[in-house]
């Protein structure tokens, strides 16, 4: 009976290629028949696909894994994942220990090789692919933890705001295509609005929404005054605005504060800058939650509460992923 060749992952191979269809089945099935869902269990995994990686497949499981005294797996521990993770843009710490101080996770690697033997076999292998698939799956781990309020009381408000952006900033790198930013101030501007107008409705949508399938002219419409709330205020977010003034309404742009100055070229160079209102978003938010607060000291988390609640209710209501929700630290 004839061996498979054996498979190696080609250098060419980008990191985060999406892996074949039938490949991608079998991994899933595989994690999920071995409740695979830890983040120390997602990081051997992919140790183990970057050894099967590097010496290709069929994997010699009998050799080479294991440190003296057959007790640990060798090289595993948070600098060798970490490492693989750095290829792939990740900076954020999976997990501390990584699994090399438990016995469980010599049989699992042997386990796993074992498997990827069995569908090198069947010519499904891809070892570059393979590897991606498990970085995937330490994405979405983090991706599926809130995010954390950070209430201090010797920090400012607009301290509390930027830090949850930030929050989002950092995953947003870690995660390309996902835009956790634009989705938080969203719904964060969203909850806003609710607080302080508690009379008026308030539509809110989910942040890949587009405006025109719902008939809106900006992410908000109030009165007639259309705002728009973005992270990215380029053209086409100002001619946006330009047609909320021919059909008579009043724009206002919503961004981030190193934003500004680009929204505010933007429109001079349409034309519109003087009949377009440009604000910063963090002290858009935070100066309702201090007249909301009759600014007291004592109301300041009471307010802040508030508005993360009204969040919450935003985000399960709009949105499909759990991951933008905010918790009370």
């Not at 089945?25 to 595989?30: K, P, R, S, V």
């Not at 220990?97 to 498997?115: D, H, K, Q, V």
Request: charged fraction near 20%; aromatic fraction near 6%; glycine fraction near 10%.
């Amino acid at each position: 009976m004839s061996k498979a060749p054996r498979s190696q992952s080609s250098t060419q191979m980008p990191p985060g290629i999406a892996p074949m269809p039938a490949l991608a089945e079998a991994l899933a099935q595989y994690k999920k028949s071995q409740a695979i869902s830890g983040k120390g269990q997602i990081a051997t995994m992919i140790f183990a696909s970057r050894l099967a990686r590097r010496a290709g497949l069929p994997f010699d499981v009998a050799a080479g894994i294991t440190t003296e005294g057959e007790g640990q797996v060798k090289g595993l521990g948070r600098g060798a994942v970490q490492a693989i993770l750095r290829d792939y843009g990740i900076t954020r710490v999976l997990a501390e220990e990584a699994g090399r101080t438990s016995r469980g996770s010599l049989g699992s690697i042997r386990s796993y090789l074992n498997f990827l033997n069995d569908i090198h076999a069947q010519g499904l292998a891809d070892t570059a692919c393979i590897e991606a698939w498990w970085v995937e799956q330490a994405k979405q781990f983090f991706n599926a933890k809130p995010f954390s309020l950070r209430f201090e009381e010797g920090k400012s408000l607009r301290f509390v705001i930027r830090d949850l952006l930030e929050q989002a900033r950092k995953r947003q790198q870690e995660s390309a295509g996902t835009m956790f930013v634009g989705a938080m101030l969203q719904h964060l501007i969203g909850a806003k609005l609710s607080l302080v107008m508690p009379d008026v409705t308030i539509q809110h949508h989910g942040f890949s929404v587009a405006d025109a399938p719902g008939g809106r002219s900006g992410d908000f419409d109030i009165g007639n005054t259309s705002l728009h709330v973005t992270t990215t205020p380029g053209e086409a977010v100002i001619r946006k605005c330009e047609a909320n003034l021919a059909a008579g309404r009043r724009p206002i742009i919503i961004t981030v504060h190193n934003m500004l100055p680009a929204a505010d070229a933007f429109a001079e160079a349409i034309g519109i800058s003087e009949q377009l209102d440009v604000l910063d978003a963090e002290q858009f938010i935070v100066a309702n939650l201090h007249e909301l607060g009759g600014f007291e000291s004592a109301q300041r988390r009471v307010t802040v509460e508030a508005l993360i609640d009204r969040y919450k209710g935003i985000v399960d209501a709009q949105e499909t992923d759990p991951s933008l929700r905010i918790t009370k630290g």
